[in-house]
T-cell receptor
Framework: AQSVTQLDSQVPVFEEAPVELRCNYS??????LFWYVQYPNQGLQLLLK??????LVESINGFEAEFNKSQTSFHLRKPSVHISDTAEYFC?????????????FGKGTKLSVIP | DAGITQSPRHKVTETGTPVTLRCHQT?????MYWYRQDPGHGLRLIHY???????DKGEVSDGYSVSRSKTEDFLLTLESATSSQTSVYFC?????????????FGPGTRLTVL
């Protein structure tokens, strides 16, 4: 079984400041890793994912995450946040292999960008 | 975006009544999922389907049943709703292959059980 820990439930940050949202996972097998974003009163949208290859993955709106196998982490970073980044962010893990259908989600981190 | 719709989008019901939520997809994805989202718990899997008439339980399946008679539709039924089932319910679909397990989410259904 897999598990995900998002270490911060709420992160306030000033506009144009950098931010890091932390995610650690536990799994006995290799995994895929995902970050989803949820804006108020909406469903979840994929922000970025790590499947294989380069451990640094980027999104189209300036977020990036780095897969660190030794530390079992997949932290999300952005060098300069905007008001529009205010949302809840979920880290998720999926085992690689037959029969591994589900995503296991963390409890979420609410990012509040302060003008 | 995967074409995923959920109905109804909002529902208020009373304890003890049956409730059915519908998820409809137009992407022909094989896998479909029902999650519930509660503050402080993130998303938790209720049931999932890996094909027509093929379903299995997730982490929080007690009190819920599902059916999938067509690829595009996945129904979630609360046989006798309880206040603890007040939640936001999300349907998701996915292709699930050896290279990826990305899931695509619907807009959600907010259910209130009085």
């Amino acid at each position: 079984a897999q598990s995900v820990t998002q270490l911060d439930s709420q992160v306030p940050v000033f506009e144009e400041a950098p931010v890091e949202l932390r995610c650690n996972y536990s799994s006995s097998v290799s995994v895929y890793l995902f970050w989803y974003v949820q804006y108020p009163n909406q469903g979840l949208q994929l922000l970025l994912k790590y499947l294989s290859g380069s451990t640094l993955v980027e999104s189209i709106n300036g977020f990036e995450a780095e897969f660190n196998k030794s530390q079992t982490s997949f932290h999300l970073r952005k060098p300069s946040v905007h008001i529009s980044d205010t949302a809840e962010y979920f880290c998720a893990v999926s085992a690689i292999g037959a029969g591994s259908y589900q995503l296991t989600f963390g409890k979420g981190t609410k990012l509040s960008v302060i003008p | 975006d995967a074409g995923i719709t959920q109905s109804p989008r909002h529902k208020v019901t009373e304890t003890g009544t049956p409730v059915t939520l519908r998820c409809h997809q137009t992407e022909n994805h094989r896998y479909m999922y029902w999650y519930r989202q509660d503050p402080g718990h993130g998303l938790r899997l209720i049931h999932y389907s890996y094909g027509v008439k093929d379903t299995d339980k997730g982490e929080v399946s007690d009190g819920y049943s599902v059916s999938r008679s067509k690829t595009e539709d996945f129904l979630l039924t609360l046989e006798s709703a309880t206040s603890s089932q007040t939640s936001v319910y999300f349907c998701a679909t996915g292709v699930r292959n050896r290279q990826d397990n990305e899931q695509f989410f619907g807009p959600g259904t907010r259910l209130t059980v009085l």
